[in-house]
């Protein structure tokens, strides 16, 4: 092997080591806590998704021709069970988080790393389409799940994955929720908006 090879077999496995961190750091806090109970969703919360899910390829200036399905749109919940954590990221480079239990980070695409995360998610998500099912609504994912909505100029498609097979490695979806994560990790450690600790 390379050594380029072997330093993004390298890198790929921190990443993996930082996703099963946090992971297992929730559910410890959750046990800490004597809940699995999820904090009551901010109504904020809500709207913010709502408008996030319904952006069309028109709101962002996007010309698609009618005879291809392209995915402009990423919209990544997952629950952790005491809030869910919305990531949104469109084709346009931009990205927002949103947390149920209020608050999130908004204009993450005005950093140029986020902006090419966010794009290079999006792209990414194009492969997925046939893995996903189309939907009418798009409904918070199930506990200790994380749900991807692929926004495309056909509609809306959905499919969701458990949190353990994400950090067990057997999951066909672990590559999209590293983009994702990718994104959070970068905004989370830039210094607009509020995440919490």
């Known amino acids: ?3 380029e090879t072997i330093l993004y077999a390298i890198l790929m ?4 080591v930082v996703i099963v961190y946090f992971v297992r750091r929730n559910r410890m806090l959750k046990k800490q806590m004597g809940t699995t109970e999820a904090a009551p969703e901010d109504e904020s919360y809500l709207g913010l998704r709502n408008l996030a899910i319904n952006v069309t390829p028109a709101q962002l200036k996007l010309t698609i021709p009618g005879n291809e399905t392209l995915v402009y749109g990423v919209i990544m919940d997952c629950d952790f069970g ?4 919305t990531l949104t990221a469109y084709i346009t480079g931009a990205a927002n988080i949103y947390f149920s239990t209020g608050g999130g980070k908004t204009g993450g695409g005005k ?3 986020v902006g090419e995360a966010a794009v290079e998610l999006v792209t990414t998500a194009q492969s997925y389409i046939s893995r996903a099912i189309r939907v009418s609504a798009a409904e918070p994912c199930d506990k200790g799940c994380v749900r991807f909505y692929l926004l495309t100029n056909k509609g809306i498609y959905a499919a969701q994955e458990q949190l353990l097979h994400i950090e067990d490695g057997t999951s066909a979806w672990i590559k999209l929720f590293e983009k994702g994560n990718e994104i959070v990790n970068l905004m989370h450690n830039s210094g607009n908006g509020s995440m919490p600790h």
Request: hydrophobic residues 65%; aromatic residues 0%; glycine residues 8%.
């Open 1 to 3: 092997m390379g050594r």
């Open 13 to 16: 496995l921190l990443q993996a």
């Open 82 to 85: 005491a809030m869910i954590v």
């Open 111 to 113: 950093s140029p790393a």
